[in-house]
């Protein structure tokens, strides 16, 4: 069991069996294409796996809206120097945005990328 709990939920609507067969039916058993009602627990990705603690949400109260130059940063800069040992370090809000970012810096005119 993890040692804590969780402060924030949601209500997911649970839709009949026999509905969310006709849904996979329709596309083809590709989840990709199912309407967001369809689903009640998206196992496709991590979106909206992420409930914050109480300390997280206090945090983010109380957090300077600078972006680069606030403490909060400066922090998050000496542990990712401590633990990782990397020099530079650009924050993203999600995997997207952190592909985007090594893509840009690493793919070249003539790459191939699976």
Avoid: W
């Avoid at 294409?33 to 909206?48: M, N, Q, R, Y």
């Avoid at 945090?59 to 020099?87: H, K, T, W």
């Amino acid at each position: 069991m993890m040692p804590y709990k969780v402060k924030t939920f949601e209500q997911i609507k649970l839709i009949p069996k026999e509905e969310r067969l006709m849904c996979l039916q329709n596309t083809g058993y590709n989840p990709f294409p199912l309407p967001e009602e369809a689903v009640s627990i998206d196992l496709l990705t991590d979106s909206g796996t992420g409930a914050l603690s109480k300390n997280q949400r206090s945090a983010m109260g109380q957090a300077s809206r600078a972006y680069c130059g606030s403490p909060s940063f400066r922090r998050l800069v000496r542990s990712v120097n401590d633990i990782f040992g990397f020099e530079y370090v650009v924050p993203v809000q999600q995997g997207r945005g952190a592909e985007h970012v090594t893509d840009f810096v690493l793919v070249q005119k003539g790459s191939l990328v699976p």
